[in-house]
């Protein structure tokens, strides 16, 4: 018999931690001397005010949709992928490839093409750490951090010796050429008398996530391989026994990860800056942790966790514009998120599951 | 004598560099001797970094600012205790948390505090660490005897004695704790009874618990002896290595930490020839930028990502494999 009804495990359980998160972001804010209330307000119209913030927020949600679809699948054969930011980084070079090297007719093609370059590259990222995991039982977690690190070393050396254009100081390739600039939401949604999202970065990659979300979906509960990964992530022991290899998992699963990470380029290096700078990714590798906890390593709950932190990054920028507040804001209450809905989960489920017992036992 | 005075200037700044390195180094190994897995060595380290620059510019005391520091890093060491031990949960996920926090907390605390864009005031006079002159030591004071830079005095010195005032002597106080912290640390974990159990803890808690002893309590300990040196580490950088705090000032050595102590196989001398090695890294790195081998160029970068690619060729097994203590990263349920 379970100890508690599922819905309280998907439901109540993330909704409580984001709730003891939020309480104590409040406090952080009165602390430093600022209103909480008055923030949220900013932050709400700063970011769900006008198609304009919409069109921040879903930006940024696109970014975290992948990083955190790559940490769940991930999640699933009980591999904790810490490599997002260093698989997205290269993910981005793989766009930068595609796009500067071919000569596409239309962007449509060139998305298909810089999809595949940037899942590629990082599947490509994260396939030695797999591999080390597997086959000599090296530690997934430090070897994927190392990776960052190595990940940011190789990026700088290409942006500043290989692929930076004759000339300029920036450690950045040159612009992509116009045919690969992907539609805007302001190309397509606005009318000639009504121009919605204007100026702002979302762009059609938004639809690419959530075709992943689907996909990650079928994979994991409607296939036989997502079956054997999450068989493998429940009982290594059960799964070899039911034929199933740890090896073969353990490297396809994060060479999906890997992919999901690197496809997050198509947004930030293809839809936004439309071209590869250093630190393009941001950070948002390790957001997908965040989202991946918060979201139970659902697609669902992943969407929502990154729309909420969508509107957590785009309403951090207003904070910071309009109040005393410094973005780094943000940076804690994902902290805070991290720690209630990961680390400490059973502080919030061990008196929630004494409860509904004890429910039960009244009941009965 | 000028390669020689270059070589030794290198290698004094390798001592220096690798100081924080080594001190959360050790910190790493108590922790994870006692099966606490800590990736949070750089969050550790960056709060305490702040909150010694910010009580020492306040206090203009930098005893005050060490003991603020050492106090910051260990409320996040209790954190990882509690989120760890108590509540049994994922150690790397509240590592990672933990890095957040401080990365956050620190800028958003300097903001509030000092308001000069997350970074505190300037430290000067009592507000830092001074160096440690040994006797006969070629110093400043010769320099204002003489009325002579020091840096002519010490191309005119023998090399015994240069490598005497250059290389020994003229650090801050830190680093020689630090260095003196290894063979304490080999003692307390390989001589004293404390050090049998808190690695029996990390290897098999349950015959430590059979044996009466506690698990928790030891595991906190270490944790908490984790926190001090974390603070330390985090003190030198704002306070000996550099005058002040700024934004993110750990940059990574949380994690070149973590690497060493991976590349030293969880032992104490090794750790400190591994935290030599990065920081001679780190110092040539800094010096030349890209070195030109008679043709072959090695670029920066290849100097900046050599202690992962190590770390990760060490885990690999490719040179001795690096096994960590069994019981590492397991929370210890008394009754299964």
Sequence with gaps: ?364 | MDIFLTLIQVLDSTIRLATPLLLACLAGLYSERAGIFDIGLEGKMLMAAFFSAAVAAVTGSVWLGLLAGIAASLVLSALHGFASITFRGNQLISGVAINFLASGMTVLIAQSWFKQGGRTPSLFGQGRFESAEFPYAIGPEDAELTGRPVSELMSEANVPHLVYSELLSGHSILVYVAFLMVPLTWWILFRTRFGLRLRAVGENPAAVDTAGVSVVGLRYAAVAICGILCGIAGAYLATALQAGFVKEMTAGRGFIALAALIFAKWRPWHAMGACLLFGLLQAVALRFQNIDLGGVVIPVQVMDALPYILTVVILAGFVGKAIPPRAGGEPYVKER
């Design chain 1, 1 to 364: 018999m379970e100890k508690m009804p599922k819905w309280a495990d998907v439901v109540l359980i993330p909704v409580i931690s984001l709730l003891l998160a939020t309480i104590l972001s409040a406090i952080v804010i009165l602390a430093i001397g600022e209103d909480p209330i008055e923030a949220v307000n900013l932050m709400v119209t700063g970011a769900l005010g006008s198609t304009y913030g919409w069109g921040y927020t879903l930006y940024y949600a696109t970014n975290f949709i992948f990083t955190g679809l790559a940490v769940a699948v991930a999640f699933h054969a009980r591999l904790f992928n810490i490599g997002g930011e260093g698989q997205a980084m290269l993910g981005g070079l793989g766009v930068a490839m595609v796009c500067l090297y071919v000569d596409w007719p239309h962007w449509s093609i060139a998305l298909i093409a810089a999809a595949l370059g940037a899942a590629l590259f990082g599947a490509a990222w994260a396939a030695i750490p797999a591999y080390l995991q597997a086959k000599r039982g090296s530690h997934i977690v430090i070897t994927t951090i190392m990776f960052n690190f190595i990940a940011a070393a190789f990026l700088n050396y290409m942006l500043v010796n290989v692929m930076r254009p004759q000339g300029s100081q920036d450690p950045a390739t040159a612009r992509f050429p116009e045919a690969v600039h992907l539609p805007t939401f302001q190309s397509m949604f606005s009318s000639a008398e009504n121009i919605v999202f204007r100026g702002a970065p979302a762009n059609i990659s938004f639809f690419v996530a959530l075709l992943a979300c689907v996909a990650v979906w079928a994979l994991i509960w409607r296939t036989r391989l997502g079956y054997e990964i999450r068989a493998y992530g429940h009982s290594e022991t059960g799964a070899v026994y039911a034929g199933i290899s740890p090896v073969r998992i353990t490297i396809v699963a994060m060479l999906i990860s890997g992919a999901l990470a690197g496809l997050m380029a198509i947004n930030n290096v293809m839809g936004e800056a439309e071209r590869l700078v250093l630190n393009s990714t941001e950070g948002a590798g390790f957001i997908g942790i965040a989202v991946a906890l918060m979201g139970r390593s659902h697609p669902f709950g992943v969407f929502l966790a990154a729309i909420l932190f969508g509107f957590l990054y785009q309403g951090g920028a207003e904070l910071a514009l309009w109040t005393s507040i410094p973005r780094e804001l943000i940076v804690v209450i994902q902290a805070l998120v991290i720690l209630f809905t990961g680390a400490l989960d059973n502080m919030v489920r061990m008196p929630l599951e004494k409860l509904f017992l004890a429910l039960r036992k009244g009941s009965a």
